[in-house]
């Protein structure tokens, strides 16, 4: 073994003490996950706290059977429904917004504040601001529009700093050569700039998609007279807590991570291919 | 009229070395073919503008005019009146000195500060607990494929939904919670406390842990930003690890560090549902009240209560890039 000097043992010390703090975090981050994943098999008998009384599928067989909490399956489709529609909408608007953005253009200070003012305002706030605008309008809200419109700002600070950071590492000289060689915009924007970009619109997407997935502050007062499934979740906990909560929490968290997963996926694929 | 078409045409047939003679002309080319290449920047944000307008900017402008209308106890009628805003500030008995509650600020102004000091708590203790995370991840983890994995795996909570990380904390917190049984296991206590769930402690240790990821982001990424060479050259002058904190990293990192406060700041002071999660409604924050009067159709207050959390906000946004200038970061 190689002899270390006192400078080097005392900088992995040092390490090594990160690295249980890191540990430490994850636990913290993770951890109530993890009890809440355990009790969605309690025994039928037991409750929502530790000792498990048995093993069982029973709140999970509750979950998937008719109106356990509320209208589960509508809901869950409205959100992901949703969640795709965002998606795609953050994922085309951050785009356009950063290719604006690549160049100086009147008002471009005022617009960078609106976009980045979406990830500053409370949902709380932009739910009664609107709510009760519609209601003096006289147009009942509802998820489909309403709902859309305050996840698509929420979402859209996100993929634009990602479309930002993209473009800012972009080379335009590939794009004069193109409309050098007499290629027109259009031509110059599917050949060469897309498929460069596109891991990074896939990573607003998936900003877009999780982001509004999981909203519910936003939709609060929004969503009208149909849930959708954050919504769902905080209506079921006015009611007595049971570990069928739990399920569904960990159910929805599972859809969450595979989600991401599949995005890591997907962009780490584009992001090879488009080297 | 000279066009793109024709500084392409010059820097074709002009001998290299001498595209488009002399500089000026050159530099003039050079703007006009910026200006003019790529699709025309009115097309390119007027969806995602007018889209704004309707979906943050009218919403705003609604909460402040609202905010001077006229309840009717069943919806509101359009009016210029202070009165909403009197209820807001002035409690029954504020000026009366017989009143037992002679110069008590209103519930709602003591609302909207138990709401700012449970948020200054949490900003702190998130500092706290995300800045040797964030330096842990940037400057001890050297392969960039471990430190993207890492960081990954700290911020993945943040795409999951948080009203399930709040109920996650259930059985974790009560009196037969995870955390009193642990306690009674090492026999650091000798019956289980309540005090865990439903309290102070419970609703600030839940917020941290559903915010602080929030703080690690920004503060990581300005930390790897950091040229490592700096170091290494405060190293050889003889700079300890202490100093070299100090003076170089801590000041390189305050951007950082201010962009996750205000990140953790305004999602904590609009936080409402977290309360009713592990605080079992026992609080109220300026959200709870928000929402709590739209349910009973008093809009004007409801805006009311909206508006000063605004300012509140702005206040604090305000505050925090008065002492960290942050505009070299964006």
């Not at chain 1, 356009?96 to 990830?119: E, P």
């Not at chain 2, 002309?25 to 006009?32: C, F, N, Q």
């Not at chain 2, 008590?104 to 995300?130: D, G, N, Q, Y």
């Amino acid at each position: 073994m190689a002899r270390s000097t006192p400078e080097q043992r005392r900088k992995t010390r040092v390490k090594a003490g990160f690295s249980v703090y890191y540990a430490i975090f994850l636990i913290f981050v993770y951890g109530p996950m993890f009890a809440m994943f355990t009790l969605s098999f309690q025994g039928r008998r037991g409750g929502v706290t530790f000792p498990m009384r048995g093993l069982s599928f029973y709140w999970w067989e509750r979950l998937a059977g008719p109106s356990a909490v509320g209208d589960i399956k509508s809901s869950l489709v409205r959100s992901l429904i949703l969640a795709v529609v965002v998606m795609v909408i953050t994922a085309i608007f951050s785009t356009m917004l950063a290719m604006a953005f690549r160049k100086k253009f009147r008002g471009s200070g005022v617009l960078f504040y609106a976009i980045m003012a979406g990830l500053m305002v409370p949902g709380v706030l932009l739910s009664l601001g609107l709510a009760s605008l519609l209601r003096v309008v006289g147009i009942p809200p509802a998820w489909w529009y309403s709902g859309l419109g305050v996840h698509v700002v929420w979402t859209l600070p996100f993929g634009f700093l990602v479309m930002m950071a993209v473009f800012n590492r972009f080379d335009d000289r590939l794009e004069e050569a193109a409309r050098d060689m007499g290629a027109d915009e259009w031509t110059v924007f599917k050949e060469i700039t897309l498929p460069l970009v596109t891991p990074g619109i896939v990573a607003a997407g998936l900003f877009g998609f999780t982001l509004s997935y999981d909203e519910f502050a936003r939709t609060t007062l929004l969503s009208g007279a149909e849930n959708t499934l954050p919504l769902d979740i905080n209506a079921s906990l006015t009611q007595r807590v049971q570990p069928t909560l739990f399920a569904l929490g960990t159910a929805s968290t599972i859809f969450s991570l595979l989600m991401i997963g599949l995005f890591i996926v997907v962009y780490t694929i584009l992001y090879r291919r488009s080297r | 009229m000279t066009t793109v078409e024709d500084y392409a045409q010059l820097a074709r047939t002009a001998p290299r070395g001498l595209i488009g003679g002399p500089p000026d002309v050159r530099a003039e080319a050079d703007r006009k073919y910026r200006r003019e290449a790529g699709f025309p920047v009115p097309l390119l944000v007027a969806p995602a503008t007018l889209w704004l307008i309707i979906f943050l900017f009218l919403p705003l402008i609604s909460i402040f005019i609202f905010s001077f209308w006229k309840s009717t106890g069943h919806g509101m009628t359009p009016a210029f009146t202070l009165d909403n805003y009197r209820a807001f500030f002035v409690a029954e008995g504020f000026f009366d000195p017989k009143n037992p509650d002679f110069l008590t600020p209103s519930v709602f102004i003591r609302t909207l500060w138990t709401t700012f000091r449970f948020t200054v708590t949490v900003m702190a203790i998130c500092l706290i607990l995300a800045y040797p995370l964030a330096y842990f991840l940037s400057m001890q983890v050297e392969d960039f494929k471990w430190q993207l994995a890492l960081f990954l795996l700290a911020m993945v909570p943040f795409w999951t939904s948080y009203l399930i990380r709040a109920v996650a904390w259930l059985p974790m917190l009560g009196r037969h919670g995870l955390i009193n049984e642990f306690l009674l296991d090492i026999g650091a206590i000798e019956e289980p406390v309540s005090f865990f769930l439903y309290s102070e402690f419970s609703y600030t240790m839940a917020l941290v842990q559903l915010y602080v990821v929030l703080a690690v982001g920004p503060i990581f990424f300005s930390l790897a930003k950091i040229d490592k060479t700096l170091l290494e050259a405060a190293r050889d002058m003889g700079a300890n690890p202490f100093q070299i904190f100090r003076e170089i990293i801590l000041p390189l990192s305050m951007p950082g560090i201010a962009i996750g406060m205000i990140f953790v700041f305004v999602m904590v002071m609009g936080e409402f549902a977290t309360a009713v999660v592990v605080y079992g409604g026992k609080t109220s924050t300026t959200g709870t009240v928000i929402l709590n009067y739209y349910a009973i159709a008093n809009y004007p207050f409801a805006a009311v209560n909206a508006f000063m959390l605004m300012m509140a906000m702005m206040i604090g946004v305000v505050t925090i890039l008065r002492v960290v200038d942050i505009r070299k970061e964006l």
